[in-house]
């Protein structure tokens, strides 16, 4: 059955829809809108990501501890998902829709590492709990510092003698440029799949059609001329700017929903010799009050086939929903339906409020004494300040309590109909998008 589809956002979000939905149904006349003048601009960047290629192997805040017992499922949940993203792109390898891995995957260790007695028995605990699942079954503990230096050796130079000290060591970790990722399906698609791909076309309006259709309106900024699109189903894969769009299409599952954005900063190392030395992604313990995404790593990426080395991300108070967007999106969120939940999320996290601004007020000498508990041999000069995308975090209802709650995961929103379905939410993002994706043409694409 033939139908007209239209994705909100190029990024690796609509990418991987797409190519889904066109495998299951060649005959779907698929368009995607793009407010900026190339795919994976914001979230989908491997400059903007905040971590990339994960499985929940190093990410501690995917196992949390509460009343002395951790807490896996989450973790599992995430491994589950990411070894389905891992399924589908070997499968873009065997289409040719890439000529080798390295394009966008390479193998990058993954450690977890932690200091002072209360975080390595937290550490011990957590490794002989996962190592027990087959996920992580091939899972390394150490204390020792012969094991470290070999894994880490920039973590450990420098440190004392005496500091406790451990971490989890997983090989087979991976590294994914997921702007690479977008930009090769996205070329394949367009060339091989017959799919529209619009640039610069700022997507302002989605109003419901007789019949269970939609009306689009973009502005198509190379001709500042607006236009009108109907479609037999929207997706809204605008990162941050899917809030805004979702609440235009009035449908009531929308009701409630809120965002709480976040900004964010990297320090990238500029000595080559210093980025030559590491090798893996070495996630340590978000401090008390700080969100998720702003869980310290001293990281190892492979951006456009060239290694870099960065560390934070440092969080920061913003009311822009995008990097690229307006300092008026906190406030023109606001609506009858959702002003509630979020100026009570907003009053229950004053201490994530004022966290936010401290971290947005640091020097980069402050940034750099935190780079030392990583690296203590850091030096200022070595690094550069890079600024970072931004996320917007879930706010929801709290139908137990009542006001709102603030959600660190993603969400997929959709209308009873399947018609429109969006995406919600920044974390683990990227490295679940097939998943996600899978889980929008299982709702909405039933005949599929």
Known sequence: MKKDIILIGAGIMSATLAFLLKELNPDFNISIFERLPEPALESSDAW???????????????????????????????????????QFWAYLIQKS???????????????????????????????????????????????????LNTWMPLVMQGRKSNEKVAATYVEYGTDVDFGALTHGLLNYLIKEKDIKLHLNAHVKDIDPLKGGKWEVEALHKDTDKKAFYT?????????????????????????????????????????????????????GRAELGAPPMSVPHLDTRIIQGKKSLLFGPFAGFTTKFLKEGSIFDLIKSLEFDNIIPVMSVGWNNWELTKYLIQQARLSHEDRVEELKKYYPLAQP?????????????????????????????????????????ALLGASPGASTAVSAMLEVVEKCFPEC
């Open 231 to 283: 479609a037999d189903f929207v997706f809204i894969g605008a990162g941050g700017g899917s809030l805004r769009l979702l609440d235009k299409s009035d449908i009531d599952e929308a009701d409630g929903y809120g965002g709480f954005p976040v900004s964010g900063l990297w320090l990238r190392c500029t000595k080559p010799e210093i980025v030559e030395k590491h090798w893996a992604k070495v996630y």
């Open 97 to 147: 829709v890439f000529n080798e891995p390295s394009e966008f995957i390479n193998k990058v260790p993954h450690i977890s590492f932690v200091k002072g007695d209360d975080n390595v028995k937290f550490l011990q605990k957590r490794y002989e709990l996962m190592k027990k699942h087959h996920f992580y079954k091939d899972m390394m503990f150490a204390t020792n510092p012969d094991a």
């Open 381 to 421: 000069e070595d690094w550069e300040l890079l600024v970072a995308g931004h996320r917007v975090q879930i706010i929801k209802k709290d139908k137990e309590k009542g006001g709102g709650k603030l959600e660190f995961g993603t969400e997929i929103i959709h209308n009873k109909q399947g018609t429109i379905a």
């Open 48 to 86: 903007n990501n905040a971590g990339t290629g994960h499985a929940s192997y190093c990410e501690l805040n995917y196992t949390p501890e509460k009343n002395g017992e951790i807490s896996i499922q989450r973790a599992i949940k995430i491994t589950e998902s990411y070894e389905i993203s891992k």
